[in-house]
């Protein structure tokens, strides 16, 4: 028999065969899908690893300059040898093999250099300065450790010319904390690889460095270490497994430094990049430093995390034993081969569908945050998803079965439509929770009612921050009335965008008329062209003004207002406009004007009076003199005001020419009476001796408590 006839013969059991190798070899891609999943995780997991370490290699290295600076804040004086004897004990070359030098670069103004370079010759003999070219100020290496550091930079070399150290110095300096440079070639170091250095500035002790100018009349010098890259990561590179590939870049994100630098491979350096294949894994990690951030990247083939070999061998042993076993099943209905091929196939294809369909729908069911119930026709539990088993778990335990409503009598109706409705129910700890059910029947596919269902979604939060928000805005609103007549917001242009309507409700002004408008615009406010410039002034410069009284019109009138406001920013610091609040004082100034108006017509009178009138402070100073009192007593008004009436005012009796006691210390003694008039002789100014009649009466505030004292006196003519 033919080969040709052997397919023909057992096409249905070739075909189920071949099927089932299909699925069995998309179900192997789908493990080694998911299988590259898990390799990608455990890469990223390996490289932010790497990435920690190396940042903690970095601080520990960090730490080292930290101490040498805190060593020149105790002693800006600090020398060679005692900056050599503490990197010694620090054992630094030892500890980091990364580390290429320490060095101390100090700050030299062209006119301190003379005296710069004497001072050292006394410390080192041999010391000089090698200077590029003329500056107002140079950034010489004064101290290096190890002296024989294999660079170009030795003690009294100018490192001013080199950009990026230069920058780095400066933005540290400006800045007050450590900062790391760019990346650059080492030149004079073996095979001249990319290194970097970290700075700290040092600055005068007990001197202010609050600011940019205080940090830079303070600043003595910087302490830096030179370290090189890959030697930062040669010791991370031998951890790395040999089929993985790491790399190190400089994103050219810094702290203000070289902002607009391009990001560089620095690790491996002088070679090509490796373009990552098609099939090859990438995880990445940030490494932060001091005023630099480096980008780790691992380069690693799928292969590099070995899938388990016996899992695919069971996957195809079953998969091939399981097509075989359809295979020689299907074979045998040959006989009605077309019947129970297109039925296997729709049927498979229904029931994949429908389990697909199944399974989605149980699982988002399941998963739902919401409660959901479904009912029979007897009104009996016959579903309930995880949320609401786990709600109702302690007052119902077993849902299932259960035949009375859980949230509202409703559950249990017969209802056509879809119902929406709120509802609210404590728990067993007494908790209250809000929800929103939505009631709909089920039908089968005969459109037959069988049940009905409920989704229950808590909306407790949403509730609670409802009723918050409104007592915030009565809050708000109690406060607003009870501080201020109204408030008020501008935007940056200083218009109107809002106010409180009470205050424009109780004065019928229409708001619609102040919204999009700027203060100046709606009136000249009965104020100068130079009261109203120096308003504007602070408001552009963005500051609060506070008791800005102006006038406002109001219908056929206008009020006095006085109102204060404040500018406000968004989380970037950018100007946003003005709030504020504003008082009515039209009632207080009318008032006040009234009071001076009254003042003024009773000074008017008194003047008038021949009577000498001397009104008096309860202590006995002097508030008030009319025309007459300052004749009698021949005295001048400036030298009086504010005196005790005794230095002008005394008295002796007519008959005996005895002193008397004055009217002030009788009406202080007896309040409630006033004394009586009586005929003395007063002593003025020059000592003459005048009979006149004195009385004094009481002065009392509309609440009747008394403020203070008249002396009202006038001369007796003997004929």
Not at 108 to 126: C, F, H, M, N, W
């Amino acid at each position: 028999m033919s080969i040709l006839s052997l397919s023909r013969k057992y096409r249905v059991a070739l075909r189920s065969f071949v099927v089932g190798l299909l699925l069995t070899t998309c179900l192997q891609a789908w493990l080694n899908f998911q299988h590259q999943g898990h390799a990608q995780t455990q890469l990223d997991h390996l490289a932010r690893d790497y990435a920690e370490r190396v940042e903690f290699k970095l601080d520990a290295e960090i730490n080292i300059l930290r101490g040498i600076q805190n060593a020149f804040i105790a002693n800006p004086n600090l020398n060679k040898k005692t900056f050599s004897t503490i990197l010694k004990q620090q054992n630094i070359q030892g500890r980091f093999p990364d580390f290429v030098s320490v060095h101390f670069i100090r700050e030299v103004k062209t006119a301190d250099l003379e005296s710069y370079i004497a001072q050292r010759k006394l410390d080192d003999p041999g010391f000089s300065v090698s200077l590029n070219s003329p500056r107002p100020v140079y950034q010489i290496v004064d101290y290096v450790f190890p002296e024989n550091a294999p660079l170009y930079e030795p003690a009294g070399a100018d490192i001013s010319s080199q950009t990026s150290n230069l920058i780095a110095i400066e933005y540290a300096r400006d800045q007050g904390r450590g900062v790391a440079s760019p990346a650059y070639p080492l030149n004079g170091y073996k095979n001249t690889p990319l290194g970097f250095v970290i700075h700290f500035p040092i600055y005068i002790p007990n001197k202010p460095i609050t600011n940019q100018k205080e940090r830079r009349a303070a600043f003595v010098g910087s302490v830096g270490a030179i370290f090189t890259i890959e030697k930062t990561v040669t010791w991370l590179a031998k951890d790395v497994e040999k089929n993985i590939r790491l790399q190190l870049q400089d994103t050219g994100a810094t702290s203000g430094l070289n902002e607009q630098k391009k990001s560089q491979i620095i690790y491996p350096y002088k070679n090509k990049t490796q373009l990552a294949p098609n099939n090859e894994l990438t995880a990445n990690a940030l490494i932060q430093f001091p005023g630099r951030q480096w980008r780790l990247s691992l380069y690693a083939p799928v292969s590099a995390f070995p899938q388990p070999s016996l899992l695919n061998y069971m996957l195809w042993v079953l998969g091939i034993s399981l097509s075989a076993f359809i295979a020689m099943l299907l074979q045998r209905q040959r006989n009605s081969r077309e019947s129970a091929l297109d039925l296997a196939e729709q049927i498979t294809q229904d029931l994949r569908k429908n389990e697909q369909h199944y399974q989605q729908m149980a699982q988002l069911t399941e998963e739902s945050h919401d409660l959901i119930i479904s009912r029979d026709l007897q009104g009996k539990i016959i579903y309930a998803n995880r949320a609401a088993r786990l709600y109702f778990a302690d007052s119902t335990p077993i849902l299932l079965g259960k035949n009375k409503p859980l949230l509202l009598s409703a559950e249990l109706a017969i209802n056509e439509t879809p119902i929406l409705q709120e509802c609210q129910h404590s728990n067993a700890e007494g908790e209250l929770h809000f929800f929103e059910l939505t009631l709909f029947p089920l039908y089968n596919q005969e459109e037959k009612y069988v049940g009905s269902a409920m989704f229950a979604h808590d909306i407790t939060q949403h509730k609670e921050l409802f009723i918050e928000l409104q007592k915030s805005r009565e809050r708000f609103a109690s406060l607003v009335e009870m501080s201020a007549d109204w408030y008020w917001e501008q935007d940056k242009d200083c218009r109107f965008t809002q106010v409180s309507p009470g205050f424009f409700k109780r004065h019928a002004i229409n708001r619609k008329s102040v919204i999009g408008h700027q203060r100046w615009d709606l009136s000249d406010g009965r104020l100068s062209s130079e009261e109203w410039r120096v308003h504007k002034a602070q408001l552009d410069a963005h500051k609060s003004f506070h008791d800005f009284i102006y006038t406002m019109q109001a219908g056929s009138g206008s009020l006095i207002v006085r109102t204060s406001g404040q500018p406000y920013f968004n989380e970037q610091g950018e100007f946003l406009g003005y709030r504020g609040i504003g008082h009515d004082i039209t009632a207080s100034r009318n008032n006040e004007q009234a009071v001076q108006l009254e003042q003024q017509r009773i000074a008017s009178i008194l003047n008038t009076m021949a009577d000498g009138v001397i009104t008096l402070a309860l202590n006995g100073d002097i508030e008030f003199m009319n025309p007459a009192a300052i004749h009698l007593l021949n005295c001048r008004t400036a030298t009086t005001i504010g005196k005790h009436i005794d230095h002008i005012y005394r008295v002796i009796s007519a008959e005996e020419h005895t002193p008397l006691a004055s009217l002030l210390s009788i009406a202080l003694s007896a309040v409630e009476t006033t004394p009586e008039p009586r005929e003395v002789l007063l002593l003025n100014a020059r000592s003459h001796s005048m009979l006149i009649y004195e009385s004094l009466i009481h002065l009392k505030n509309s609440k009747g408590t008394l403020t203070g004292l008249a002396l009202i006196f006038h001369a007796i003519h003997h004929k």
